[in-house]
């Protein structure tokens, strides 16, 4: 439960300024299959807002390239906060791998958030108190390609 106007603030930033940043080298695609190719990566950091946190092991990345010129993400991820906190996120998302993406992804450079449709689904779940006001709403995201490659988001809370 909220206790203040000013936590109900900063928890509001602190959901809009959550960045994961999967700076991991993508793995080598996978045979097509009847749903696409698949790029597993490995995220390595996450930041939420002035939070720093480090991505533990045990998380999985999946990037599944349709026919249909479309990317299907299925991340999970387990975050250490540097306040001690741990929080686990898992996000399903859409990317549109048009030719600004691909052109990012192969030189190593950035898009903007609006060069292409990328959106996610975030769901975070904790035992930390501090944190379980991330249970309690729904999240969405909008992504874009980073150098490194790597993405980030800027997530919010639907009201």
């Known amino acids: 439960m909220l206790r203040s106007p000013t936590d109900a603030v900063r928890r509001e930033q602190l959901a809009r300024d959550l960045l994961h940043d999967g700076d991991g080298a993508l793995a080598p695609r996978a045979p097509p299959d009847p749903l696409g190719s698949e790029r597993p990566g490995a995220p390595s950091r996450a930041q939420l807002a002035m939070q720093r946190g480090t991505l533990l092991t045990g998380g999985a990345d999946w990037l599944i390239i349709g026919q249909d010129g479309w990317g299907r993400l299925d991340v999970r991820a387990q975050v250490q906060m540097s306040d001690g906190a741990i929080l686990y996120v898992q996000y399903y ?19 903007n958030f609006d060069q292409q449709y ?42």
């Open 93 to 111: 998302g859409l990317i549109e791998m048009n030719d600004a993406v691909t052109a990012a992804l192969q030189n190593g450079r950035a898009t």
């Open 118 to 159: 990328f959106r996610t689904t975030p769901r975070f779940e904790t035992s930390d108190p501090r944190y379980t006001w991330l249970q309690q709403g729904v999240f969405v995201g909008q992504g874009r390609i980073i150098k490194g490659p790597g993405v980030e988001y800027n997530i919010f809370r639907v009201k």
